[in-house]
């Protein structure tokens, strides 16, 4: 087992996390445990984990490691991404926190963000874009050298000489339309998909070549699951036909070419579109909770394994940890297999809470 980190400061937080994560250990270690899912093999217990961001101030206070930092530097990266486990008991780390990697290393300027009490948040896109619908989009050959790549690769690295086979890294890519709506800009990449669909083309060709470069260079650096999230391509975006049409076909390639589980992330209601999501080749499907767990186990089959938990918003931002409970517990009796998060947290969510979901998980198998 994972008992003596090296010393120094991220090692005396790798060791605290051991002693804290290990309290009541259980048969397998975490990533067995998730690896028993995927394999469809009984687990000791449901895995716990978030497919997108599950980073906290809490968090950040706990570790000692803080934004902007963790957005840009690699050991602070790792640290914040280690509170998954250290502080939550949640079964893997992940990487990064913001969604704007490919974007910026493909020539988008980003913007810093603000949490609601003037904290330090998320950075976003910021505007102009840098092409316009007539321009061609060009992949620089320094791609994996550009913007935050060379620190969210290096903090890969450090986690896993720390965590090596006993946690997990999901490492997060964004996906091709989302990229693409990054580079053109939304309104007249979604109006192009009506109008001129062979204009958008090339971005999409560039976009999914950087998320899968990226992907494949994070599973060589240590990734063990890549965690696509594509916001833009969710129904409340886009008609079922844009992305059955245009869309698909792109993560179908991607998925293909990246050679380590998948899980895929659409944000809101996809119920329109979770058939087609099922053909991607991603082996995890990640379900907000207004989307239908049901509806997901009889258009995908008994293969897919199902990942979600409760509203980030309403429920775990804003209730108690009873209430956290028991809206995970409706999302288990729905038919989720991995209990996480439903999108990204927001960074003002409450320990307590996320300790409320993963209590939630340890105790599902023995309700049952």
């Not at 048969?27 to 978030?50: Q, S, T, W, Y």
């Not at 050679?259 to 099922?278: E, F, W």
């Not at 258009?299 to 509203?311: Q, R, S």
Request: hydrophobic share 40%; glycine share 8%; proline share 8%.
């Amino acid at each position: 087992m994972l008992r003596h980190p090296p010393s120094g400061t991220f090692g005396q937080v790798c060791k605290r996390a051991v002693i804290q994560a290990h309290k009541g250990e259980s048969e397998m270690n975490a990533k067995e445990r998730i690896m028993a899912v995927l394999n469809h093999e009984e687990a000791d217990r449901m895995p716990c984990f978030g497919a997108n961001s599950t980073v906290t101030y809490e968090q950040m206070e706990k570790v000692d490691a803080f934004w902007p930092e963790g957005h840009v530097k690699g050991e602070a990266m790792a640290k914040q991404a280690l509170a998954a486990y250290t502080v939550l008991g949640f079964d893997a780390v992940r990487v990064p926190f913001s969604q704007t990697i490919e974007a910026e290393a493909l020539g988008c300027k980003l913007k810093p963000g603000t949490g609601p009490d003037g904290e330090e948040g998320i950075p976003g896109i910021d505007h102009p874009p840098p092409y316009q619908l007539d321009d061609t989009p060009e992949f620089p050959d320094d791609f994996l050298k550009r913007g935050t790549i060379p620190e969210l690769l290096e903090a890969v690295r450090i986690l896993k000489a720390q965590l090596k086979d006993e946690v997990p890294i999901v490492a997060g890519i964004i996906g091709p339309f989302t990229i693409a709506s990054a580079l053109l800009d939304i309104v007249p990449l979604l109006k192009a998909t009506v109008r001129a669909p062979e204009k958008i083309k090339p971005f999409l060709d560039v976009a999914e070549k950087a998320g899968t470069m990226l992907g494949k260079a994070l599973v060589e650096a240590g990734a063990d699951i890549i965690a696509c999230e594509d916001m833009t391509a969710s129904p409340l975006m886009i008609p079922p036909k844009t992305y059955l049409e245009i869309e698909l076909p792109y993560q179908q390639k991607q998925f293909a070419a990246i050679p380590v589980p998948k899980i895929l992330h659409i944000c809101g209601n996809v119920d329109r579109i979770v058939a087609y999501m099922g053909q991607t080749g991603a082996e995890i499907l990640s379900l907000e909770p207004k989307a239908s767990a049901q509806l997901a186990r009889e258009v995908c089959g008994p293969e897919i394994i199902l990942m979600g938990g409760a509203d980030v918003a309403e429920v775990l931002y804003m209730k108690d940890p009873e209430t956290v409970r028991r809206e995970c517990r409706k999302c288990i009796d729905d038919g989720i297999q991995i209990l996480a998060p439903g999108c990204a947290v927001a960074p003002g969510t409450s320990t307590e809470n996320l300790l409320a979901m993963a209590e939630a998980a340890r105790t599902a198998y023995q309700q049952e």
